[in-house]
């Protein structure tokens, strides 16, 4: 494909298949995602310049503008073709590749998909080491809403709240569920640790089917982890011997404290950094064949005692 001519310095990513300069990426006014935020979005992990689980982020994508009855003739093989383009044409490295799907003008059931890539450190790095704290915000997850459970580009609630509880001195805030229990962070999902069980809420309570979440559920078993979908009460949540966040964007990150309590002694837990050095390290492609694909396994002697 041919690639169009840059000004010195600019950057490429990809509008619907076709590489473009970043300040030509636009959207127009009449498309629908401008007045009502109609579209979905994914951010994707670029590590040694391969996007990680790309075939899962766009599948997400296609389910996610399919529930808000934007169906189209996209499919994910499409997307990630565009994906790796756009990583390509960006040369990023470390990173994140974002593609971002809107519901198209009014009238033309079509979207428009733009893909691009850039270096970015990963985000709140030393906390992640050190452990996160989060508050408990007002905001509720509803599992009859279309939104709930899609990376819509109506993303204005989960901002808010995550930018309230960072002004509170929080770094993350948990939203709960409409019956009260809980549901997932504003950009993230949560486990706990009892035992030998790793336990999150089911998708049943409204959170987002989170990439991440998928990968270490399935990466469980192989450091002797039984892993299991079930509602979590708050109380639980404070009485579990360690607790994490999971994400794109923060991998597995513990979080130690909620409001002004600390979960456990309030440190990082050795199952979670056992389960976050073996997901860091197949997201780097540490172990050859891991890749892009689910069902890999983690290191051996990863078995946690
Ligand atoms: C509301 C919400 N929950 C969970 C997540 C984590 O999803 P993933 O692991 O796919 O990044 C995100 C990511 O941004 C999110 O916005």
Partial sequence: METPAVAAG???GVVDGRPSPLSKMVVPVFDRSVRYGLGVFETVGVHAGRPFLLGQHARRLVQGLGRLGLASSLDPRTLVRWGQRAVELASV????LRILATAG?????????????????????EASERGLRASIHPLRRD??????????LAYADCYLAR???????FDEAILCSSEGRI?????????IVEGSRLVTPPLSEGILPGVTRAFILEIARGVSLEPMEEPIEMARLMRSREAFLTST????????????KMIAEGRPGPVTLTLRRSYGGIARGEYPGSGATPGCRPERGMEIP
């Fill in 10 to 12: 600019e950057k490429l």
């Fill in 93 to 96: 490295q470390e990173g994140v």
């Fill in 105 to 125: 003008d009014d009238g033309a059931l079509r979207p428009r998909v733009l893909a691009w890539a850039m270096e970015e450190p990963p985000t709140v790095s």
């Fill in 143 to 152: 599992p009859a809403s279309p939104l709930s459970g899609t990376k819509s």
């Fill in 163 to 169: 930018w309230q509880a960072n002004a509170r001195g």
């Fill in 183 to 191: 549901a997932e962070g504003t950009a993230s999902n949560v486990f």
């Fill in 249 to 260: 964007r923060l991998g597995v990150a513990p979080l130690v404290a909620v409001e002004d």
